[in-house]
């Protein structure tokens, strides 16, 4: 076993802990300027300090202050690198210049999105489930409409979500306020159903003692683990929402990367539209994280408890709280999926058209996840995902991730995440991100083999649980 000692750097960090604000008049003045008699909303007070991706951008900043010289290599936050296929990146060009013809000039575009794009979606990613172009919304981002369906759904629903998750699930469920109280002994807010995925349950929550929730947010593949759940366990959880009627939300932002038989949409699963609500994104296949452009699919059988259709509701939210996608990421989406460049890989099934250059770039950071994965395997780490998702999760038992992720920082002027900014499953953790040009992946490896093989003192001692 591995064991961490405390980094000292640590210090001149933030804490992520929690810390309620309490909401009285004795709360001391902390900005400047004039008071208000405006009360804070006070679910922003139940937040962490910070949002965790910021913060670790904060904190690499900080590192950089320290060590100015310092050659950093980033496999923290998820953010693509390499570059958008020319022929994509030429339609956007060409658009964007035509906006300044009289002929070429569009203003507003329809809130739901581009017909034409909703219709390639459809045809693209749902042709063998049958789902309708009106029931695709384009949007700038899965993370934002993971914001407007929370909008949607309303403060008095229960969720579930699992452990770990993606932070945006829980946060954007405290902000509206569905969420209890943070309790510092558990790490968990109340009011939330936190459903343990990790190795000892093959990364798929124990649905037999699962409580019933109105909502279940649900990644795969799953950021952070990296597990794409099966067809089994898939439809385990459409069973388990329809016998509780509940709502599925299905985020598959990674489907792209999947290489074996798991499904890529939870729509692949019969009964699945009854039920599930499913969001996806063009920024990790696509490299369109600076772009923006993603999609949320609302079946038109999915009721409310009245009998009312969700997708009308959801309709209203995005014409009242949104304007439409950007007509020019949007013409790069139609480029993604047009029919000279989308083509299916046998291999890796990720349907990419502008020839295999998303595709060749999909396989590119999967070649990255490989090297990630040996390089942990051949230190006598445990590391989880690298197949079916560019991020690979390793485990220092008896560690604390945020000690971990200094250390490595401190030691290597390498970023990861520390997995407890994914939920308290993530606190012997830390998230490896394969998005990065091959050199630096490498010379990552090299860094990490050897502080881990050559300082082995660092990492052997048992005072660190979280």
Same mark, same amino acid.
């Given at each position: 076993?591995?064991? *961490? ?7 001149? &960090? ?8 309490? %909401?009285?008049? &004795?709360? !001391?003045?902390? &900005? ?10 006070? =679910? ?11 913060? +670790? ?12 010289? /310092? ?21 956007? %060009? ?17 809130? !739901?999105? =581009? ?35 929370? *909008? ?7 969720? /579930? ?13 405290? +902000?509206?306020? !569905? ?69 599925? +939300?299905?985020?598959? #932002? ?13 729509? @692949? ?25 993603? $999609? ?28 439409? #996608? ?29 020839? !295999? ?31 079916? #998702?560019?991020?690979? $999760? ?7 991730? $945020?000690?971990?992720?200094?250390? +490595?920082? @401190? ?27 091959? @050199? ?5 490896? $090299? ?20």
């Amino acid at each position: 076993m591995y064991k *961490l000692l405390a980094c000292c750097s640590m210090a001149s &960090g933030i804490s992520l802990q929690p810390k309620m604000v309490q %909401a009285s008049l &004795g709360v !001391q003045k902390q &900005g400047n300027g004039h008071c208000t008699n405006v009360p804070r909303n006070v =679910n922003l007070e139940k937040l962490q300090n910070n949002y965790l991706f910021p913060e +670790i951008s904060k904190r690499e900043l900080q590192h950089l202050d320290k060590y100015p010289s /310092a050659k950093v290599i980033s496999l923290g936050i998820g953010d693509t690198t390499e570059p958008i296929p020319e022929k994509i990146s030429l339609s956007m %060009a060409n658009y964007a210049h035509a906006l300044s013809t009289a002929e070429g000039y569009r203003g507003y575009g329809a809130e !739901q999105g =581009n017909q034409v794009l909703r219709k390639a979606i459809a045809e693209t990613f749902y042709k063998n489930v049958l789902i309708r172009d009106q029931e695709v919304f384009v949007s700038d981002g899965s993370q934002c409409d993971i914001s407007r369906l929370q *909008l949607l759904l309303g403060s008095k629903v229960t969720i /579930a979500v699992q452990d770990p998750s993606f932070p945006a699930y829980i946060d954007s469920s405290v +902000i509206i306020g !569905q969420a209890g109280d943070f309790q510092d002994k558990t790490g968990k807010y109340q009011n939330i159903v936190y459903m343990q995925c990790g190795p000892e349950n093959n990364f798929f929550p124990d649905l037999t003692t699962t409580p019933r929730t109105d909502i279940i947010f649900f990644c795969s593949p799953n950021n952070p683990t990296g597990h794409a759940a099966t067809r089994k366990q898939l439809q385990q959880l459409v069973e388990f929402a329809r016998d509780n009627g509940s709502i599925i +939300i299905f985020d598959s #932002a990674y489907a792209a990367y999947i290489t074996d038989d798991s499904p890529k949409s939870i729509f @692949e699963i019969p009964g699945a539209k009854e039920v599930a609500i499913e969001i996806s994104s063009f920024s990790k296949f696509a490299g369109f994280t600076g772009v923006r452009l993603g $999609w949320t699919v609302v079946p038109e059988e999915l009721l409310f408890s009245s009998g009312f259709p969700v997708i009308n509701d959801f309709n209203r939210i995005v014409c009242t709280c949104f304007n439409g #996608a950007s007509n020019i990421a949007q013409a790069g989406g139609l480029a993604c999926l047009s029919s000279e460049g989308f083509q299916r890989n046998r291999t890796t099934e990720c349907l990419l058209e502008n020839s !295999q250059a998303i595709c060749s770039v999909i396989d590119y950071y999967k070649e990255n996840t490989k090297i990630l994965v040996n390089t942990f395997a051949s230190l006598g780490l445990k590391a989880y995902g690298g197949v079916n #998702a560019p991020y690979v $999760w390793v485990h220092f038992p008896g560690l604390k991730s $945020w000690n971990v992720f200094a250390e +490595i920082l @401190e030691k290597t002027h390498i970023i990861t995440v520390p997995g407890s900014g994914f939920g308290p499953g993530g606190a012997e953790y830390i998230r490896v991100s394969a998005f990065g040009q091959r @050199e630096r992946i490498m010379e990552a490896s $090299w860094r990490l083999e050897k502080l881990i093989s050559n300082e082995k003192a660092l990492f052997n001692s048992v005072e660190n649980k979280e």
